[in-house]
């Protein structure tokens, strides 16, 4: 486990240091504030990561602390900087939902309330983010009473198993993320473009690594980074700074994940609770559309993932993600 955890640490060195030289994008007065809504209703199901919700707030780039802001250009260079606070919550169930106990070796019940700070930094080629995570995952980050509560509303089953979750401990996870933007060429009057991602993260929450990339055509494409979804997936966070009134691009991407550790499968750290064995390598496969106009962003992300943990049903797992963000 040392050896592991170190390299981990060193993943997260080698992103965050990858600095260079390179042109700033336009500083911009304005701030963002993106809701995101996570859901595997589109598929048409209720398990797994059955739903995640998060609000950000992405600040002006002229707004950055002073420490902050050398911090950023100590690790990756020159650089345009935003600072990102955000309040994420995501919900795991099992397959059986209406089974009390719930069946061994199935996900377990799980939620996990998190809070995050980070640095953004952008040049006209590359993306450089830094986020720390702090929360709680168990009865304490609410996931029975928001389940359970909209199933009331909507006059759907509640969900039997929440007396089992993963029991309550405190959360903490530092990633690191580096995407480029590499010019295509254009098909017809429509650029292209393609994302290529690296990421790590380290902490009780996670420990991962993932790689993989985005193709995108549309107009506009150095308005940002590709469309954002909550992590640990492939993400192009929720900052961007429209070059034209009009924005659009379709997209389809990939990624791959190593995974070392991830409490919701893991279970508790320092006492016993429900917990499976979690499937190494993960893969997804994922594809939309984002739309930007007079500064709205809204964008949909379809995801394709393949097991989590080893007797996870056959078949890819797939769920929707929608954002709204607006700037002002």
């Given at each position: 486990?040392?050896?592991?955890?170190?390299?981990?640490?060193?993943?997260?060195?080698?992103?965050?240091?990858?600095?260079?030289?390179?042109?700033a994008?336009?500083?911009?007065?304005?701030?963002?504030?993106?809701?995101?809504?996570?859901?595997?209703?589109p598929?048409?199901?209720?398990?797994?990561?059955?739903?995640?919700?998060?609000?950000?707030?992405?600040?002006?780039?002229?707004?950055?602390?002073?420490?902050?802001a050398?911090?950023?250009?100590?690790?990756?260079?020159?650089?345009?900087?935003?600072?990102?606070?955000?309040l994420?919550?995501?919900?795991?169930?099992?397959?059986?939902?209406?089974?009390?106990p719930?069946?061994?070796?199935?996900r377990?019940y799980?939620?996990?309330?998190?809070g995050?700070?980070?640095?953004?930094?952008?040049?006209q080629?590359y993306?450089?983010?830094?986020?720390?995570?702090?929360?709680?995952?168990?009865p304490?980050?609410?996931?029975?009473e928001?389940?359970?509560?909209?199933?009331?509303?909507?006059?759907?089953?509640?969900?039997?198993?929440w007396?089992?979750?993963?029991?309550?401990?405190?959360?903490?996870?530092?990633?690191?993320?580096?995407?480029?933007?590499?010019?295509?060429g254009?098909?017809?009057?429509?650029?292209?473009?393609?994302?290529?991602?690296?990421?790590?993260?380290?902490?009780?929450?996670?420990?991962?690594?993932?790689?993989?990339?985005?193709?995108?055509?549309?107009?506009?494409?150095?308005?940002?980074?590709?469309?954002?979804?909550?992590?640990?997936?492939?993400?192009?966070?929720?900052?961007?700074?429209?070059?034209?009134?009009?924005?659009?691009?379709?997209?389809?991407?990939?990624?791959?994940?190593?995974?070392?550790?991830?409490?919701?499968?893991n279970?508790n750290?320092?006492?016993?609770?429900?917990?499976?064995g979690?499937?190494?390598?993960?893969?997804?496969?994922?594809?939309?559309?984002?739309?930007?106009?007079?500064?709205?962003?809204?964008?949909?992300?379809?995801?394709?993932?393949?097991?989590?943990?080893?007797?996870?049903?056959?078949?890819?797992f797939?769920?929707?993600?929608?954002?709204?963000s607006?700037?002002?």
């Amino acid at each position: 486990m040392r050896a592991l955890t170190f390299s981990a640490v060193s993943a997260i060195l080698l992103v965050a240091g990858l600095a260079g030289r390179a042109r700033a994008q336009t500083a911009d007065p304005n701030s963002i504030v993106s809701l995101d809504l996570e859901n595997d209703a589109p598929a048409g199901t209720d398990r797994y990561y059955t739903s995640g919700e998060a609000l950000n707030y992405i600040s002006p780039t002229t707004t950055v602390p002073d420490w902050l802001a050398r911090a950023g250009h100590v690790l990756w260079g020159d650089g345009t900087q935003r600072y990102s606070i955000g309040l994420d919550q995501s919900l795991f169930t099992p397959l059986y939902t209406q089974v009390n106990p719930p069946v061994p070796g199935d996900r377990p019940y799980a939620a996990e309330l998190t809070g995050n700070f980070g640095l953004i930094q952008e040049t006209q080629n590359y993306r450089s983010t830094i986020e720390f995570d702090i929360g709680m995952i168990g009865p304490a980050a609410l996931g029975e009473e928001v389940q359970n509560g909209f199933h009331h509303l909507i006059g759907d089953t509640p969900n039997k198993g929440w007396g089992y979750q993963i029991h309550n401990e405190p959360l903490f996870e530092i990633i690191s993320d580096r995407t480029y933007r590499v010019p295509t060429g254009h098909i017809g009057m429509f650029e292209t473009d393609f994302l290529p991602d690296l990421t790590v993260g380290l902490g009780n929450e996670r420990i991962y690594a993932l790689t993989g990339g985005q193709f995108r055509i549309g107009q506009g494409l150095n308005t940002d980074f590709g469309a954002p979804r909550m992590r640990p997936g492939l993400t192009g966070s929720y900052a961007y700074t429209p070059t034209q009134p009009f924005v659009w691009y379709a997209f389809a991407g990939f990624d791959g994940q190593a995974v070392l550790h991830d409490i919701t499968l893991n279970g508790n750290s320092f006492e016993n609770s429900a917990s499976v064995g979690l499937t190494p390598f993960v893969g997804e496969f994922q594809a939309g559309l984002a739309l930007i106009y007079r500064g709205v962003k809204v964008s949909y992300t379809e995801v394709f993932q393949t097991k989590e943990f080893n007797e996870q049903a056959p078949g890819l797992f797939q769920y929707g993600v929608f954002t709204l963000s607006t700037r002002f």
